[in-house]
């Protein structure tokens, strides 16, 4: 099968786009793409110093160009503009777009990047040699066939997370209402404190809550596993021992995706627990869904009851801002085990706390069972991918 250099096949976007004409939905810098080919997040408010831009459309792909380790790329679906390091890449006619995307989806157009990247601390790719990168040549028919085949699975993963954006939505609702402005069913079905619910002053929390309510230690309903390094030497790609989960690097969406082993664990979390970024990017939290070696940039928390877990994920999820001002440190800035034991959770009567858990616990479990569902999924697409792209498995 013969094969055919990158440059015969795309070329680098020429065009702009003005300033005026970009909002938070179509600008793509190299922050809001994601690491590890996940695509990307919508920014927080556009640079104010932008004037006009590069120009994307529909069908072209774009690259991150600095730190190409990180695997930021991205399918475009509309039109919009990208920051000065965000490569984006036209296909030429008699190649399919989304075919195109599947080669350089690849790590090993990643390791190519790498391979010709200037600079240590912020490498960026050489423009002239990443239009070296080699692809095999299929007609436009077989193209379209396997990328057909691969945008299925895709398409399945966003059908997913659309799913869970719903429902986390819902939940993070529900939340608000009944636990933030105490308005959760009173006896009469009637919303708490707006049908005149007694609340009482609480001097811990230092605000008033609904009476019969308590406030506790979070190591008073759940026991807190701070994550303790292994030794270097034990680690390994291999599968000797027990995945270990380190920090950030290690979530992917909700779901734990920890991609290095070590033979030498230290301290574990078991399924089910809370899994919560104590250090550098403080706040990212997922259920367990396997028995993970916990890394120090993270902890593990293990409720006393079953009926707290969605509580406390939602409580600890509304505290982060506050876990990131009192975190510590020179180099990585981190929270502390007394942070999160001493965190003062407050406690509603047992039968609300119950009738949140009926209803949250098969939100919850939706949720975790699709983004299992993603996880098997991409790794089929990524096992499938080199074979399909080299012509070891063909599609009939």
Not at 48 to 73: A, W
Not at 327 to 342: C, F, N, Q, Y
Request: glycine content about 6%.
């Amino acid at each position: 099968m013969n094969n055919v250099q990158l440059k015969e096949i795309v070329q680098y976007s020429k065009n702009r786009i003005s300033y005026d004409k970009l909002n938070i939905k179509t600008y793509i810098s190299t922050d809001n793409l994601l690491q590890n080919k996940l695509g990307a997040i919508q920014i927080n408010s556009l640079p104010s110093s932008v004037i006009n831009t590069p120009k994307y459309e529909f069908g072209n792909i774009l690259v991150s160009n600095i730190r190409p380790y990180l695997k930021k790329i991205l399918y475009a679906k509309n039109e919009g503009g990208v920051s000065s390091d965000v490569l984006t890449f036209v296909v030429n006619e008699g190649f399919d777009p989304r075919f195109v995307y599947y080669n350089l989806f690849q790590d090993s157009f990643f390791e190519h990047m790498m391979a010709g990247s200037k600079g240590t601390k912020m490498p960026r790719g050489d423009k002239n040699q990443i239009l070296e990168f080699e692809i095999s040549q299929f007609s436009l028919q077989t193209q379209q066939k396997i990328a057909a085949v691969l945008s299925a699975l895709d398409d399945k993963i966003e059908v997913n997370n659309k799913i869970n954006a719903e429902l986390e939505a819902i939940a993070k609702t529900l939340y608000d209402y009944w636990f933030v402005q105490f308005e959760f069913p009173n006896v009469e079905g009637k919303p708490y404190k707006s049908s005149g619910g007694e609340m009482v002053y609480n001097p811990t929390l230092k605000r008033e809550i609904p009476e019969g309510w308590e406030v506790k230690e979070l190591n008073e309903i759940a026991k807190v596993i701070m994550g303790q390094s292994p030794k270097g030497e034990s680690y390994n790609e291999e599968g000797n021992g027990v995945l270990l989960i380190n920090g950030a690097a290690d979530y992917e969406g909700n779901y734990l995706k920890p991609r290095i082993y070590t033979s030498a664990p230290t301290r574990l979390c078991e399924v089910n627990d809370l899994v919560f970024c104590i250090r550098a990017t403080i706040g990212k939290l997922t259920y367990a869904e396997d028995k993970f070696c916990l890394g120090r940039g993270v902890a593990g928390v293990r409720v006393n009851s079953l009926n707290y877990t969605e509580y406390i994920f939602y409580s600890l999820n509304q505290e982060i801002e506050r876990f990131k001002k009192h975190a510590s440190g020179s180099i990585i800035v981190g929270i502390t085990k007394e942070d999160l034991t001493d965190y003062n959770v407050l406690i509603p009567r047992e039968n609300i706390l119950n009738n949140f858990h009926k209803i949250l616990h098969p939100i919850h479990s939706k949720m975790r069972m699709n983004s299992k569902q993603n996880q098997e999924l991409s790794q089929l697409r990524d096992w499938l991918l080199p074979m399909l792209m080299n012509g070891q498995v063909t599609v009939e």
